[in-house]
């Protein structure tokens, strides 16, 4: 069965850091690009960061986040955990949400997800983890 679980979220003073994790099973998460979402209440979702699938001809993996966490946010894979990963660093009020991550697990499996696709398509979901900032 197809899989996405996060985890990593709680309450955290404004300044403060979290990492929440998404953790894949019934498929091969290298194969896939990670997307990283997240709704407050009363708002629409929003796309906060996403991770490529690796790219054979290229060394590095491509990256994108919305310009409201760019330089806070961090996307990482970690293949021997079958995790994607979001860092989120110095926390504020507006950051507070369910966080969810999401990807093309049946659409796309091509290393250019994050650029032609998020934050508009995904067809995988987890069912997100709570971030409460507040002191």
């Known amino acids: 069965q197809v899989q996405l679980v996060e985890s990593g979220g709680g309450l955290v003073q404004p300044g403060g850091s979290l990492r929440l994790s998404c953790l894949a099973s019934?498929?091969?998460?290298?194969?896939?690009?990670v997307g990283w979402f997240r709704r407050a209440p009363g708002k629409k979702r929003e796309g906060v960061g996403c991770i490529n699938a690796p790219d054979p001809s290229s060394p590095e993996t491509n990256t994108q986040f919305s310009d409201s966490v760019k330089g806070r946010f961090t996307v990482t894979r970690d293949s021997a955990k079958k995790t994607g990963n979001l860092q989120i660093s110095n926390l504020k009020p507006a950051d507070a949400a369910v966080y969810c991550c999401?990807?093309?697990?049946?659409?796309?499996?091509?290393?250019?997800?994050?650029?032609?696709?998020?934050?508009?398509?995904?067809?995988?979901w987890g069912q997100g983890t709570q971030v409460t900032v507040s002191s």
């Open positions: 019934g498929f091969d998460l290298d194969n896939f690009a």
């Open positions: 999401g990807g093309p697990v049946s659409s796309y499996s091509g290393p250019y997800y994050c650029q032609m696709f998020w934050p508009h398509e995904a067809d995988q």
